[in-house]
Nanobody, 127 residues
């Protein structure tokens, strides 16, 4: 099993930057697809970015490509989401997710792909 705890959320002005962290504990030595999702009020949870723990392959949603970067520190068992050039539409609760599988290009963004979830960290972007 895996436990995930996010941090790093907060308030930032449009155009600014923020780094989210997700610390994993438990059985962290396996192979995982790890991802960031976000959800704003009235909207479905959407995949933002994913990273394959074995090959380092990354995927991004079109809405954040070129602005956000997902990375991992293996020694610290921590997943990061570097957010730059943020926009008001990036305002949402951000969740870390993981599943012991490959990151597939046609499903990494699906909520049902993941069994492990963090509690979320709120990001507010003001214009």
């Amino acid at each position: 099993h895996l436990q995930l705890v996010e941090s790093g959320g907060g308030s930032v002005q449009a155009g600014g930057s923020l780094r989210l962290s997700c610390v994993a504990t438990g059985y962290t030595s396996g192979r995982y697809c790890m991802a960031w999702f976000r959800q704003s009020p009235g909207n479905e949870r959407e995949g933002v970015a994913s990273l394959d723990s074995r090959y380092g392959t990354t995927f991004y949603s079109d809405s954040v490509k070129g602005r956000f970067s997902i990375s991992r520190d293996k020694e610290k068992n921590t997943l990061y989401l570097e957010m730059s050039g943020v926009k008001p539409e990036d305002t949402a609760m951000y969740y870390c997710a993981a599943e012991s599988t490959y990151c597939y290009s046609n499903s990494w963004f699906e909520v049902w792909e993941y069994n492990y979830w963090g509690q979320g960290t709120q990001v507010n972007v003001s214009s």
